[in-house]
């Protein structure tokens, strides 16, 4: 009887498929937008910009942080993922990556991330560094992801944390603006995700993860995406006198969030799958502009 044991073992025969495999453990996609988030605050934090070499080590440490945390997650939840069409072909599905050496890679990837964000920038940034990784592996995946509905809206404190390492990285310190940052992707996240999770309800319920989507109705779904839009639309304008932006960001974040709250409206409108996708990826337009023209107001008053 033929099996698919050597088919599935073929990959870890080619080094080139198996570096591959373990920079998917790391989630890049995920991690990019989490850094989008990052070198800004610094900015801000800054009122300038800062030393080219301090946002190249956040940068890094973050990445092997946010990457270390990410393959915890595609270890813990290895079992799911096999039962999900999106995320069948990841490394510990189909065998690329065996369990124990994807476990050990991620948890090296977070001593690396923790001893180089404390040596090359400093010991708070480190230790949040830390604090996003615990949270996002037993917070969210060990416990909120499969056991209740509001898993994505408490877990999504771990994907605000590079704002609060970003800005702590130039002022060993942390303030009121960067809280108000970290808030807003705190909130934006529910209705980030849900228009994707909106996609594939059906795979979180053949897995038996309760996201929203696949636990409450559409309607239901998207009035709290509405709700969310709405109020990430006002933490955006909060941060205006919290972090003294100027008319750059102002403009940005009062036609940013209004088109974020627009795509809301929009899909609990209409019920289509389609605007809940589009809406996916304009929130991930949103967060890039508010983020930019942050950096870009600030970066143009002190010129």
Not at 44 to 63: D, F, R, S
Not at 66 to 79: K, L, P, S, T, W
């Amino acid at each position: 009887m033929t099996t698919t044991a050597p088919v599935a073992a073929l990959p870890t025969r080619s080094p080139r498929r198996r570096i591959a495999a373990y920079v998917a453990l790391t989630k890049p996609r995920i991690i990019e937008l989490l850094l989008i988030t990052t070198v800004p605050t610094m900015v801000v934090a800054e009122q300038g910009m800062p030393e080219l070499w301090l946002i190249v080590a956040t940068v890094l440490g973050g990445t092997f942080a946010a990457g270390g945390a990410n393959a915890i997650n595609m270890y813990v939840d290895r079992d799911i993922d096999a039962l999900m069409e999106r995320t069948k072909n990841r490394p510990l599905v189909t065998g690329e990556l065996t369990p124990r050496s994807a476990l050990t890679f991620a948890i090296g990837l977070e001593i690396v991330a923790f001893a180089w964000l404390w040596g090359f920038v400093n010991l708070l940034s480190a230790a949040l560094g830390l604090a996003a990784c615990l949270f996002y592996v037993f917070v969210y995946t060990l416990w909120l992801k499969r056991t209740s509905r509001q898993n994505i809206v408490i877990g999504g404190a771990a994907g605000a944390m590079p704002v609060l390492i970003g800005w702590s990285a130039v002022t060993n310190s942390l303030a009121w603006a960067p809280v108000v940052l970290f808030a807003v992707i705190f909130f934006w996240t529910p209705p980030h995700f849900w228009a994707l999770a909106i996609r594939y309800r059906d795979d979180y319920a053949a897995a038996a993860v309760p996201m929203m989507p696949s636990v409450a109705s559409f309607s239901s779904t998207a009035r709290q995406i509405v709700a969310y839009t709405v109020i990430v639309w006002a933490t955006s304008l909060v941060f205006v006198p919290v972090g003294e932006m100027g008319a750059i960001y102002t403009v940005s974040a009062v036609v940013l969030g209004a088109l974020f709250v627009a795509f809301g409206i929009r899909l609990l409108q209409t019920g289509s799958a389609k605007v809940a996708m589009r809406m996916f990826g304009f929130s991930i337009t949103y967060l890039t502009l508010l983020f930019a023209a942050m950096a870009l107001d600030q970066l143009v008053r002190v010129a």
